[in-house]
Each structure stands twice: as structure tokens, then as C-alpha cells.
């Protein structure tokens, strides 16, 4: 069963800091690529960053690039998002999502877990 199980999410204020773990289990991780998205209430869920397991490339949302890190760490399955710099527009529920395909599009993605909320006061 493929499972992805996000964790790290908070309240934290403007400026903060916050790290999101995602930890999969159930198919090949280096076969597949991470992305993590998220979803403000009455909005669509947009891309934020994401990474190719099998060579660590990365790519990231205008609107993060430069706060936020994705890695990963393969022994472990476990892919994070560092986010720094953290302004009152990244309140909303991140997902971690799995699929073949490398980008920030949310139904090119199989598998996802099921969020973590993060609010950032201001």
C-alpha cells in the first residue's frame, strides 16, 4: 500500500521558520518524483517545489524561490521542505505528492498523503 505521511506543519510567525517532513513507503522511491503543493481555503492547489529522486533535481515556484529548499534524504524515503522567510501568503495546507513526471503540476502526480496545515501569523 503506498502510503505518504507529511508532518511539521504549525503556527509560526511572519519571518519564521518551518520545516515539512514527507516519508513514503510502498513503491520504489528513487523511481519516482517528490513535489510538494499546497492549498489556501477557496483556492486551487499550486505547486510549490519539487525533486527528481533519482538525480536530485529540483525546481521551485516563483513565489518560494529563495525561502523555501526541498531535499531529500533516500535511505530514509523521506523527502523535506525547508521554508524560511515565511510571510502571511504561505498560510495553507501543504501536500507531499509521488508520480514519474518532474514538475509542479498537481494531477501529473499518483500518490499524495494527506497535509499538513501551516499558518503564518503576521
Known amino acids: 500500500e503506498v502510503q505518504l505521511v507529511e508532518s511539521g506543519g504549525g503556527l509560526v510567525q511572519a519571518g519564521g521558520s518551518l520545516r515539512l517532513s514527507c516519508t513514503a513507503s510502498?513503491?520504489?522511491?528513487?523511481?519516482?518524483?517528490i513535489g510538494w503543493f499546497r492549498q489556501a481555503p477557496g483556492k486551487e492547489r499550486e505547486g510549490v517545489a519539487c525533486?527528481?529522486?533519482?538525480?536530485?533535481?529540483?525546481y521551485y515556484a516563483d513565489s518560494v524561490k529563495g525561502r523555501f529548499t526541498i531535499s531529500s534524504d533516500n535511505a530514509k524515503n523521506t523527502v523535506y521542505l525547508q521554508m524560511n522567510s515565511l510571510i502571511p501568503e504561505d498560510t495553507a495546507v501543504y501536500y507531499c505528492?509521488?508520480?514519474?513526471?518532474?514538475?509542479?503540476?498537481?494531477?501529473?502526480?499518483?500518490?499524495w498523503g494527506q497535509g499538513t496545515k501551516v499558518t503564518v501569523s503576521s
Open positions: 505528492e509521488a508520480g514519474p513526471l518532474y514538475g509542479l503540476d498537481p494531477f501529473e502526480y499518483d500518490y
Open positions: 510502498g513503491f520504489t522511491f528513487d523511481d519516482y518524483a
Open positions: 525533486i527528481s529522486s533519482s538525480d536530485g533535481s529540483t
